[in-house]
């Protein structure tokens, strides 16, 4: 089985490209800056991930997908090579995305676009400010009917 997923935000804004011919067919290629579990030395780490999506999925990725936003994808590891103009065997490592999903609210995600871009931080939305998440109050354990 060859299965992937991942989450982690765009280092760039995608580039998508049309195949020619009578049906053209969109492909969409970006990079995913995906954290790593564990820190070393107690600075954070990350993987940077090339992935590739085709037809409709390429079209959404055009249409919605920026730099630095957050979102998750599910797909399959594609190996291959080509030689380049200097006669040098190169080998690649990709993700072809089947399925892929925004992975934080559109006022999260334009707070945190915010702050990637530029290197001053942008506060967090408050609790309330519509991010699309409700609020639970303290206490509310005692009146599910489960635990």
Do not use: W
């Amino acid at each position: 089985m060859n299965k992937v997923i991942l989450m982690g935000r765009l280092t760039r804004d995608p580039e998508v490209r049309y195949s020619q011919g009578e049906n053209p067919l969109a492909i969409a290629r970006y990079t995913l800056a995906v954290d790593r579990r564990f820190k070393r030395d107690g600075e954070a780490t990350a993987d940077f991930i090339s992935c590739v999506s085709f037809g409709k999925t390429a079209e959404h990725v055009e249409r919605y997908y920026r730099q630095g936003l957050k979102v998750t994808v599910c797909g399959r590891i594609q190996t291959g090579s080509y030689t380049n103009k200097d006669g040098v065997k190169v080998y690649t490592t990709e993700v072809v995305v089947e399925e892929q999903e925004f992975a934080e609210s559109k006022a999260v995600s334009d707070a945190n676009a915010g702050s990637y871009r530029s290197a001053a931080p942008t506060p967090a939305p408050a609790a309330d400010a519509g991010d699309g998440f409700m609020n639970i109050p303290d206490g509310i354990d005692e009146e599910l009917p489960f635990n």
